[in-house]
């Protein structure tokens, strides 16, 4: 079974410069995240998707984030324009949602962003 | 609110030996999930255990344990004759049954010297 895929990854742009990111969830999984890790902390949610429906963008930085999961598959997270502090690792993880106990994400290898 | 600690941020053994990872959590949930995800340089987050908050079962996986001690808020990961290939960075994550959050640790960087 294929795993989430990412693209690209790695990505040097200079700030207020804009960005995408690309996500493919493993097949069959509702549910999608994207994740923001900065260097020597633990991964936080920017974002989640059931399907192609917004769960949770409480902590998505509205004003220069934005993300997309259109036909319920792939999503797109964008920031535009990019500023230094946003240099991170950008993870995206799928799991298969909905009943308890099908919760276990799975997550793929990540962007590394760097602003300049 | 929920929070995981983590408080070894380094822990550096010789090949062979044995290393133990301390993981306390917060929760007032009565229903939780509990896991552990190794990151290895590659950068891809790898799922190691689920652990549900009533399963105090301890566990082994080849030469992976974990110990699960509700009384104490604890998830304590160990790997026995550790090797290179398990240089990485652990971490310990809770997740909230009601909406699937989850919250992870910050980590503990794990390095084996041959």
């Known amino acids: 079974e294929a795993g989430v895929a990412q693209s690209p990854r790695y990505k040097i742009i200079e700030k207020r410069q804009s960005v995408a990111f690309w996500c493919n969830p493993i097949s069959g999984h509702a549910t999608l995240y994207w994740y923001q890790q900065i260097l020597g902390q633990g991964p936080k949610l920017l974002i989640q998707?059931?399907?192609?429906?917004?769960?949770?963008d409480s902590q998505l930085p509205k004003d220069r984030f934005s993300a997309e999961r259109l036909k319920g598959v792939d999503s797109t997270l964008k920031i535009q324009p990019a500023k230094l502090e946003d240099s991170a690792v950008y993870l995206c993880?799928?799991?298969?949602?909905?009943?308890?106990?099908?919760?276990?994400?799975?997550f793929g290898p990540g962007t590394r962003l760097t602003v300049l | 609110a929920q929070k995981v600690t983590q408080a070894q941020t380094e822990i550096s053994v010789v090949e062979k030996e044995d290393v133990t990872l301390d993981c306390v959590y917060e929760?007032?949930?009565?229903?939780?999930?509990l896991f552990w995800y190794k990151q290895p340089p590659s950068g891809e987050l790898v799922f190691l255990i689920r652990r549900n908050s009533f399963d105090e079962q301890n566990e082994i996986s080849g030469r992976y344990s974990w110990n699960f001690q509700k009384s104490t808020s604890s998830f304590n990961f160990t790997i026995t004759a550790s090797q290179v290939v398990d240089s990485a960075v652990y971490f310990c994550?809770?997740?909230?049954?009601?909406?699937?959050?989850?919250?992870f640790g910050a980590g503990t960087t794990v390095t084996v010297r041959a």
């Open positions: 998707f059931q399907n192609n429906g917004v769960v949770d």
């Open positions: 993880a799928s799991s298969l949602g909905g009943l308890a106990g099908r919760d276990t994400q799975y």
């Open positions: 994550a809770l997740l909230r049954s009601n909406d699937y959050k989850l919250s």
């Open positions: 929760t007032r949930d009565t229903t939780y999930y």
